[in-house]
């Protein structure tokens, strides 16, 4: 009887789900930027509890502070937009009342979530009752810089999430705040909406038109939907939206169509919606409403990259492209009622599943990189010969090669910006290639569509897929569900050992990572295909004899479709051992990895390191490919033409990745450089070192990191005893340990390290600290303070090469990018570098031989332009502590990449009006290519 009751519960629970109610009054006021609602919420308690207080979502009121989640999310990923922007930018919702049955009921915002509004009832909810509450509230539009969403600065109106919303309750309650991700657990609900609008905008929904009303100043448009999930609403002045109507069903759309004519849009649209609706079924509603920012948000990676007038795909193909992608995304969205914040890999699975499928039936031998793969001089490229859905696996290894991979059942808001956007969409949709290659028979595609037309419209889950997927199938797909999408788990084997005879083959495959995968192994005739089997449960090593059937060679993961971190050993000869060594493969420029060859590449280089050697001109020899490598090594030869010289660097590393540890990766090697450091005057360096590095394991988006750093500094100099930066010991080894802690971020940044050098005369210790505030008033503060001391100095008396700097290091080390690093006059003297002492102004005492103390401070006086002042202690051997201080105005035009200092009040006096004032400006800039890409890692990563 109780089984019988629990499954009348649930069929009424499913069946009364779709009975929510939204019926929402809405009079817009575009001037004001603000809506003025009158909003009715009906919602079924489906649980089996009592519940006297619920919650509901305002993400309108998000924006309303620079400390909100969404205004942290923002700021995480060095966006400044929201927090430089001005209070009446940034949009909030204010709630005038809350009733139920008319009486007045208790409400708060959540501390920390101003977006999420805890209700005390007035009247408990029991199971399978309803709710009904009336809202009384105001919303004021966001600037839609921020999120795509709210108003541009043409005056439209885009909204999502504008209206409050009920939080789902299955148990436990389901809300979480706005933090830019799109992903809103909403219940499905019968939704009524009335806007009233200024006359002159056009209106663009997925609702139904029910009614219009036409006044003199203003309309009034009727909105109506059963089972909605999609409220989005457009209000354009000049709407670019476009109606594709078929027989019952509409394309409302506004993505770039690539200047298409309209017969072939609407052929592609065609083609798109039949692929969908041959594989999901009929869309549950009238109209699918595809838009740009569903683009810009979600886009073709790779087409989006390249400017416009680069077209290595035909028109058709990117427009094809695109509208499918939105397409799967908005159908998925608005049909299967999950959890997307914590069960997002699933939409996004099947999303690059089809997408992938859609190619290989459409396009299949459409190009990685398209037509320019046909170019001379690119087609004996790796890149060129690879098939368009071969970008899938190389997107996800960028991040899996590099340790910064993340589980796929993680919570959405708990990823990289790169994860949640590109690699864990890309894993998803290859795992389920790779569950449908392993199950066979197509059984994978047909199960994913039979969930998708049986869970229409109903809650569902990962638990709920698995569960559907393993009914369909006797395999053991444990492994799917346990190993690739809950963990971090890297795929990795190898053929360990082949032994054959005329009639079989025995093989012993090694599983290089701790987990239940399983492997396919081909055997090959030439390039044919003679026999394919499915290896499961390897757990360190398995031997299994095969048929020979004429085959010479076997090959682990031959079609590619499972995600493996390592090809380059999936494969033996069966001719003997010469043919198991890869041949090596040189090629001009970098290429992406072919796992069949020993690659070699070859690059042209051209660089201004310094004024000695001037323009350089050479060629490196490396193996670094698109993806990283455990082992790297380099060898750049080049000639300076200024010196007319042969300069040059070399290096060797090996990185080792620890996973589900704060201790992540450990590198060690050797590098060694040759260079002009003074006019005709020559540096070698050569240092071994070893560094490991930490981060929070338990929080990647954390951006608190520590770097533990032990290296030898080997230095042979030419000697010059008539330069300025010399000493009476040109060569010297300096054994160097430092520590660093830091956590970069856009509103608090802070980083300190401490540092200990010792040489053949001198040993010495310092410490760093750096802190940087973005306040709420858009004021900037910068603090530095360093501190060091010589802890035994026996180095030569007259000579400061060794010694603290105030304002330039030397830099004995040859660790700063300076392009004059030897002049004490010109331009080139001028160059900034914020270490040691900080100080700008170049004053009498520059160098500290005992102990130096220093603070560094600057503030904001309008916009990219900061007042600085520098105070500080210079100890110098019999000498007593010197008092220094300097002050002035730092143009701030790329923080820590390009900077001018320009000196006013100083232990010199009023700087600014002594002679020759253009020779104390200092300025800072960097053209590390490395450097400056590293302003773009920094919000994806």
Excluded: C
Aim: proline share 3%.
């Amino acid at each position: 009887m109780r089984f019988l009751s629990f499954i009348l519960f649930s069929l009424i629970s499913l069946k009364s789900f779709g009975q929510n109610k939204i019926d929402l009054k809405a009079v817009f006021d575009i001037e004001e930027k603000q809506i003025k609602i009158s909003q009715t919420i009906q919602y079924q308690n489906i649980s089996q509890n009592v519940l006297d207080t619920i919650y509901l979502s305002d993400w309108a009121n998000s924006y309303a502070t620079k400390k909100t989640p969404l205004a942290i999310r923002i700021a995480d990923e060095y966006i400044n937009d929201f927090h430089l922007a001005k209070n009446e930018d940034r949009g909030f919702s204010v709630i005038t009342s809350i009733k139920q049955n008319n009486k007045d009921v208790t409400f708060q915002e959540l501390k920390n979530q101003p977006d999420i509004i805890k209700v005390a009832l007035d009247k408990s909810l029991l199971p399978n009752e309803f709710y009904s509450l009336h809202l009384e509230y105001i919303v004021q539009i966001p600037d839609s810089k921020f999120t795509n969403y709210g108003i541009t600065q043409n005056g439209d109106l885009n909204l999502r999430y504008w209206y409050i919303t009920p939080a789902v309750y299955n148990g436990e309650w389901q809300y979480y705040s706005n933090k830019n991700l799109d992903d809103l657990y909403i219940p499905k609900s019968d939704i009524t909406l009335e806007i009233e609008y200024p006359n002159g905008y056009k209106l663009t929904s997925e609702l139904d038109i029910s009614n219009t009303i036409q006044l003199p100043k203003k309309q009034i448009v009727k909105l109506e939907g059963k089972d909605r999930l999609n409220t989005k609403i457009f209000l354009s002045k000049n709407s670019d939206f476009e109606t594709l109507q078929t027989d019952n069903f509409s394309i409302v759309s506004n993505i770039n169509d690539e200047n298409l004519e309209v017969i072939d849009k609407v052929l592609i649209t065609e083609k798109v919606m039949h692929f969908i609706f041959e594989n999901f079924g009929e869309y549950p509603h009238k109209k699918l409403l595809l838009t740009q920012i569903d683009y810009d948000k979600n886009p073709i990676y790779g087409l989006n990259f390249l400017p416009s007038f680069i077209k290595p795909y035909p028109s058709h193909f990117q427009y094809e492209l695109k509208l499918l992608k939105i397409a799967l995304q908005n159908y998925l969205e608005n049909t299967l009622l999950i959890n997307p914040r914590k069960e997002q890999w699933l939409l996004d699975g099947i999303q690059i599943y089809y997408l992938m499928n859609y190619v290989d039936e459409h396009y299949p031998n459409m190009k990685f990189i398209g037509s320019i793969a046909d170019f001379w001089g690119v087609r004996s490229f790796h890149a060129a010969q690879m098939k368009f859905n071969d970008k899938y696996i190389l997107a996800f290894m960028l991040m899996a090669r590099t340790n910064r991979d993340q589980p796929l059942v993680m919570p959405k808001d708990s990823l990289l910006k790169f994860n949640t956007n590109i690699a864990n969409k890309y894993k998803a949709g290859i795992g389920l290639k790779y569950l449908d290659d392993f199950v066979n028979n197509d059984i994978v595609e047909n199960s994913i569509e039979d969930f998708i037309i049986e869970n229409k419209l109903k809650p569902t889950s990962t638990k709920h897929f698995e569960s559907f997927i393993k009914s369909k199938t006797s395999k053991n797909i444990d492994w799917f569900f346990e190993d690739f999408i809950s963990t971090r788990k890297k795929i990795d084997f190898k053929i360990k050992r082949v032994s054959k005879t005329e009639d079989s083959v025995t093989v012993i495959i090694k599983n290089k990572r701790d987990n239940n995968m399983p492997t396919s192994l081909y055997s090959l005739n030439n390039d044919s295909i003679v026999s394919k089997i499915w290896i499961e449960n390897i757990d360190k090593t398995k031997t299994i004899t095969i048929p020979r059937n004429n085959a010479n060679k076997l090959v682990l993961n031959y079609n590619s479709v499972i995600p493996e971190i390592n090809s380059r050993d999936n494969w033996k000869s069966l001719k003997g051992f010469f043919f198991n060594n890869k041949p090596l493969q040189f090629r001009l420029l970098k290429d992406i990895e072919d796992p069949n060859y020993n690659q070699v590449f070859f690059m042209p280089t051209a660089e201004f390191n310094n004024i000695y050697d001037g323009f350089t001109l050479g060629f490196k020899v490396y193996n670094k490919t698109i993806l990283k490598k455990l082992f790297d090594y380099k060898i750049e030869p080049r000639y300076a033409f200024k010196s007319r010289s042969l300069t040059g660097s070399a290096s060797i590393s090996q990185t080792h990745y620890l996973e589900n540890n704060d201790l992540y990766a450990i590198n060690y090697g050797v590098v060694g450089g040759y260079s002009s450091y003074a006019e005709d005057l020559f540096v070698r360096k050569i240092t071994p070192s070893i560094s490991f590095f930490f981060r929070e394991d338990d929080d990647f988006r954390s951006n608190k990191r520590k770097s533990l750093l032990f290296r030898y500094i080997d230095i042979h100099r030419d000697e010059d005893v008539t330069n300025t930066f010399t000493s009476s010991q040109p060569n010297y080894n300096i054994f160097n340990l430092r520590y660093i802690h830091s956590n970069d971020n856009l509103i608090n940044f802070n980083k300190w390290y401490t540092d200990f050098q010792i040489g053949a005369d001198f040993s010495k210790l310092s410490f760093n600290y750096e802190y940087r505030r973005l306040f709420e008033s858009n004021r900037q503060l910068n603090v530095r303070f360093f501190a060091g001391t010589f802890l035994k100095n026996n180095t030569d008396i007259n000579s400061d090469y060794f010694s603290f700097a105030l304002d330039r290091p030397t830099d004995y080390l040859f660790d700063y990018n300076y392009l004059g690093r030897s002049e004490a006059s010109g331009i080139f003297s001028q160059q900034y570098i914020d270490a040691e002492g900080g100080f700008k102004s170049k004053l009498a005492t520059p160098f500290a031989n005992q102990w130096i103390s220093t603070f560094n401070t600057s503030t904001t006086l309008w916009k990219y332009i900061l007042a600085y002042g520098d105070i500080g202690l210079v100890k110098n051997k019999s000498k007593t502590a010197n008092f220094v201080y300097d002050s002035g105005i730092r143009v701030n035009l790329v923080t820590d990449y390009f900077e001018i200092y320009f000196p006013i009040y100083s232990n010199l006096g009023w700087e600014i009006g002594q002679p020759n004032y253009d020779q104390k400006i200092r300025f800072k800039f960097t053209l590390d290519p490395q450097a400056l890409l590293g302003l773009f890692r920094r919000r994806w990563y």
